[in-house]
T-cell receptor
C-alpha cells in the first residue's frame, strides 16, 4: 500500500511570512500533484510534477519533486490570507492508469 | 468549458434508504474517478470508470456500493441501505485519458448525511 505523509498537519502564520510544507513517501510515484481545497468545495489542481528534481513555480508558490520521485515540497513566499486552505498532495502510481493516493493534507491559516 | 459537475451538493438520507450521487465529467473527458473524504482521513480512492466499463473498483466496499458510467448521461455512485458510517463527502474527478501521471479535475462534491 502506498502512503503519503504530509507535514505539518496544521500551520498558522501571519501575512507576509514564508512557509514550506512537505509530502513524503517510501514509494516511487510516476507523478505528483498538489491541490488546494477550501471548506465545502472540491480540491483544485495547482500543479503536476513529473520529472525527478523538477521545480515548478506558480506566482508565489514553488513546487519541487524529489530526485527519487518519492517526496515533494511546496514553498509559499509572502503568504496572504487568500492562501488559506487545505493543501493536498497526491501521487499517481507507476501502474498503467492514474488512480491517486492522497496525503491527509496540511491545513494552512494565514492571518492578516 | 464547464468543470466537473456533481449533484446533489447535499443529500440527507435515513438509515436503510438509498443514495444516488451523480457526476458529469468535464467536456471531452471520458474517465471518471470517485473518491470519499472522511474527516481526519483524507481522500480515498473508490472506483475508476470509463464509458460503460469499470476499470478498477478496488477501493469500493464489496456490499451496498455500486457505480456506473453509461454511454449516455452522468456517472452514478449508488449506495444501498445507507448506514451512518456512509456519511462523508463524495468527490468525482475526471481526466481526458487514463495514462499514468494524468491530471484529474475534481467536482465540488456531494455531502451525504445519514440520519
Amino acid at each position: 500500500t502506498q502512503l503519503l505523509e504530509q507535514s505539518p498537519q496544521f500551520l498558522s502564520i501571519q501575512e507576509g511570512e514564508n512557509l514550506t510544507v512537505y509530502c513524503n513517501s517510501s514509494s516511487v510515484f510516476s507523478s505528483l500533484q498538489w491541490y488546494r481545497q477550501e471548506p465545502g468545495e472540491g480540491p483544485v489542481l495547482l500543479v503536476t510534477v513529473v520529472t525527478g528534481g523538477e521545480v515548478k513555480k506558480l506566482k508565489r508558490l514553488t513546487f519541487q519533486f524529489g530526485d527519487a520521485r518519492k517526496d515533494s515540497s511546496l514553498h509559499i513566499t509572502a503568504a496572504q490570507p487568500g492562501d488559506t486552505g487545505l493543501y493536498l498532495c497526491a501521487g499517481a502510481s507507476s501502474e498503467r492508469y492514474s488512480t491517486l493516493t492522497f496525503g491527509k493534507g496540511t491545513m494552512l491559516l494565514v492571518s492578516p | 468549458n464547464a468543470g466537473v459537475m456533481q449533484n446533489p451538493r447535499h443529500l440527507v438520507r435515513r438509515r436503510g434508504q438509498e443514495a444516488r450521487l451523480r457526476c458529469s465529467p468535464m467536456k471531452g473527458h471520458s474517465h471518471v474517478y470517485w473518491y470519499r473524504q472522511l474527516p481526519e482521513e483524507g481522500l480515498k480512492f473508490m472506483v475508476y470508470l470509463q464509458k460503460e466499463n469499470i476499470i478498477d473498483e478496488s477501493g469500493m466496499p464489496k456490499e451496498r456500493f455500486s457505480a456506473e458510467f453509461p454511454k449516455e448521461g452522468p456517472s452514478i455512485l449508488r449506495i444501498q441501505q445507507v448506514v451512518r458510517g456512509d456519511s462523508a463527502a463524495y468527490f468525482c474527478a475526471s481526466s481526458p485519458i487514463g495514462e499514468r501521471g494524468n491530471e484529474q479535475f475534481f467536482g465540488p462534491g456531494t455531502r451525504l448525511t445519514v440520519l
